[in-house]
T-cell receptor, first 111, second 110 residues
Framework: DVKVTQSSRYLVKRTGEKVFLECVQD?????MFWYRQDPGLGLRLIYF???????EKGDIPEGYSVSREKKERFSLILESASTNQTSMYLC??????????FGPGTRLTVL | DAKTTQPTSMDCAEGRAANLPCNHS???????VYWYRQIHSQGPQYIIH???NNETNEMASLIITEDRKSSTLILPHATLRDTAVYYC???????????FGSGTKLNVKP
């Protein structure tokens, strides 16, 4: 079974803090993704990576950065968290046939 | 830009077939139709995908019209556990960006 794990299910941070969200997949997938999901807005792509050290901006990259130092790990970084980054964050990886496997999500609250 | 149109919500009786429609009138020749679902508080789950031909797997069947401008996901015997939001997505097979629209909230009722 493909497994995508995320470091935390729930996270509470303060405005201005640097936040790291970690994602690990165990199926040797090339491609990994970070989305955020908000009520009424659906899932929106923040960043994706198609190889180690490679990254591409998605639709809403502002305020975020990413790191892919190893194939299995894709990190999302909020350099200075703000309240409008309170959201559910979902990580995914996909097969060569474009089947995406999602992690359980991290619900981040920024106070 | 999701490029697909789905009804906001649908109801289905438990044990009956659930037929979820999706319109994608501007689909390109190299775009596949993917279906995912998201059960409350979980990440989305892949269901099925297809290009032109109808497809079936252990979860569902996908019917794509001949002109490819619309498709229908069929859950043959819906159960309460199939209550979820179902997303219809277009993507080129070797290009990995997905656009998730609002999806259809399927309510399976006893």
């Amino acid at each position: 079974d493909v497994k995508v794990t995320q470091s935390s299910r729930y996270l509470v941070k303060r405005t201005g803090e640097k936040v790291f969200l970690e994602c690990v997949q165990d199926m040797d997938h090339e491609n990994m993704f970070w989305y955020r999901q908000d009520p009424g807005l659906g899932l929106r792509l923040i960043y994706f990576s198609y190889d180690v050290k490679m990254k591409e901006k998605g639709d809403i990259p502002e305020g975020y950065s990413v790191s892919r130092e190893k194939k299995e790990r894709f990190s999302l970084i909020l350099e200075s968290a703000s309240t409008n980054q309170t959201s559910m964050y979902l990580c995914a990886s996909n097969t060569p046939y474009n089947e995406q496997f999602f992690g359980p999500g991290t619900r981040l609250t920024v106070l | 830009d999701a490029k697909t149109t789905q009804p906001t919500s649908m109801d289905c009786a438990e044990g009956r077939a659930a037929n979820l429609p999706c319109n994608h009138s501007t689909i390109s020749g190299n775009e596949y139709v993917y279906w995912y679902r998201q059960i409350h508080s979980q990440g989305p789950q892949y269901i099925i995908h297809g290009l032109k031909n109808n497809e079936t797997n252990e979860m569902a069947s996908l019917i794509i019209t001949e002109d490819r401008k619309s498709s229908t996901l069929i859950l043959p015997h819906a159960t309460l556990r199939d209550t979820a939001v179902y997303y219809c997505i277009l993507a080129v097979n070797n290009f990995n960006k997905f656009y998730f629209g609002s999806g259809t909230k399927l309510n399976v009722k006893p």
